[in-house]
Structure formats: C-alpha cells, structure tokens
C-alpha cells in the first residue's frame, strides 16, 4: 500500500474486499493490490470517478450489461469499457458483498 496515512478499520476492510472483488474478475494479486490501493487514496479524496470493476454491470466477457439495455446514453449495446481506469459513468452501481 501507499505512503499516505494508515487505514482504519473499516477502509482496510472496504480494500480487503476490493482486492478479493478485483482477484475474482481476473486481476493478479499485485494488480488487484495496486488498484485497491489507488481507490483507496481515491476514497480519502473524495474523487467521485469509480473503475468498472468496482460496478455489478461488468460481465464476465468485459461487457456492461447497463448498455446491453440501453441504460447508458450514447453508448452502443456492445460496449466493452476499460475495466481499470478511473471514470464517472451514470449506470454505476456498487458490487456489495454478498
């Protein structure tokens, strides 16, 4: 993890998570380490740009399933996002835990 100040508890919760989120949708582990990283820093900034593995939409195959319906405006049917950049999108919808 960065040098930037320690986690608390819940944020090392939220990355522990993210990783496992993030090792389960094809990342390596330092991938999904360095990405859990990244948005935690981008939690304490407030940044409001989410990465799509992050959303319940992103199948399997790198599509969105929010733009195979339709639901993202401007976006064809087909649309496969980058997985791992930064970006605000309005069909965003958190992957909780389950």
Same mark, same amino acid.
């Given at each position: 993890?960065?040098?930037?100040?320690?986690?608390?508890?819940? !944020?090392?919760?939220? +990355? !522990?998570? #993210?990783?496992?989120? +993030?090792?389960?949708?094809?990342?390596?582990?330092?991938?999904?380490?360095?990405?859990?990283?990244?948005?935690?820093? #981008?939690?304490?900034?407030?940044?409001? #740009?989410?990465?799509?593995?992050?959303?319940?939409?992103?199948?399997?195959?790198?599509?969105?399933?929010?733009?195979?319906?339709?639901?993202?405006?401007?976006?064809?049917?087909?649309?496969?996002?980058?997985?791992?950049?930064?970006? #605000?999108? !309005?069909?965003?919808?958190?992957?909780?835990?389950?």
């Amino acid at each position: 993890m960065s040098d930037r100040r320690a986690l608390t508890s819940k !944020e090392l919760d939220r +990355f !522990e998570y #993210r990783m496992g989120l +993030f090792k389960r949708r094809g990342l390596s582990s330092d991938e999904a380490e360095t990405l859990a990283d990244k948005l935690a820093s #981008r939690d304490i900034d407030c940044d409001d #740009r989410r990465v799509c593995l992050e959303c319940k939409h992103i199948q399997r195959d790198g599509k969105c399933f929010a733009a195979q319906q339709g639901r993202l405006h401007n976006a064809p049917t087909y649309y496969t996002p980058v997985r791992t950049m930064l970006q #605000r999108c !309005e069909g965003f919808a958190w992957q909780t835990p389950a």
